[in-house]
T-cell receptor, first 113, second 111 residues
Framework: ETGVTQSPTHLIKTRGQQVTLRCSSQ?????VSWYQQALGQGPQFIFQ???????GRGNFPPRFSGLQFPNYSSELNVNALELDDSALYLC????????????FGSGTRLTVV | AQRVTQPEKLLSVFKGAPVELKCNYS??????LFWYVQYSRQRLQLLLR??SRESIKGFTADLNKGETSFHLKKPFAQEEDSAMYYC?????????????FGKGTKLSVKP
């Protein structure tokens, strides 16, 4: 059984650029959630995908968007990058209800300069 | 609004001492509460979930709906318990999947 894998591990982008982050969910999990973790803060929920549809969204602007594929893997896209987007982006997968907890990836460290 | 508060940013204890990491939540429905732990250079991982009422690595946490708390306890701390601990609230809104995390408490267990 494989865990959640994210790529790339580190990324540096320039303000105004666009970025795509990728996540493969744990085997048997059909739900993927994305979180942003700024330095010194807890993870903040961005959105969740279930059956290839967005299924809940946190307080993030529309320039944060995502996709889920038939194999349950997912992408997070951020357009028009801002300096404040610099953070660790975490992907978490779960079974449908999530009541049994979430399995997190190691994250992608995004730096916007 | 839903909220999770972890009042202590840092908690430092000696090996063998009891540990209590505090977590208070704000939610009017039936909460699902979790404790996640992040050891140095490792990914965030689930430690406890309130629905299972289990003890993991000697840690326990009891949901107190009256006090809206879900404190994490261990009677005798070990050096390997040093890590960042996050309390998280789930089960709200239409989606079961969202988690609201507290800001975390860094536990340091000294020899």
């Amino acid at each position: 059984e494989t865990g959640v894998t994210q790529s790339p591990t580190h990324l540096i982008k320039t303000r105004g650029q666009q970025v795509t982050l990728r996540c493969s969910s744990q085997s048997g999990h059909n739900t993927v959630s994305w979180y942003q973790q700024a330095l010194g803060q807890g993870p903040q929920f961005i959105f969740q995908y279930y059956r290839e549809e967005e299924n809940g969204r946190g307080n993030f602007p529309p320039r944060f968007s995502g996709l889920q594929f038939p194999n349950y893997s997912s992408e997070l896209n951020v357009n028009a990058l801002e300096l404040d987007d610099s953070a660790l982006y975490l992907c978490a997968s779960s079974s449908t209800t999530g009541m049994y907890g979430y399995t997190f990836g190691s994250g992608t460290r995004l730096t916007v300069v | 609004a839903q909220r999770v508060t972890q009042p202590e940013k840092l908690l430092s204890v000696f090996k063998g001492a009891p540990v209590e990491l505090k977590c208070n939540y704000s939610y009017s429905g039936s909460p699902e509460l979790f404790w996640y732990v992040q050891y140095s250079r490792q990914r965030l991982q689930l430690l406890l979930r309130h629905i299972s009422r289990e003890s993991i690595k000697g840690f326990t946490a009891d949901l107190n709906k009256g006090e809206t708390s879900f404190h994490l306890k261990k009677p005798f701390a070990q050096e390997e318990d040093s890590a960042m601990y996050y309390c998280a609230l789930g089960g709200y809104g239409g989606s079961q999947g969202n988690l609201i995390f507290g800001k975390g408490t860094k536990l340091s267990v000294k020899p």
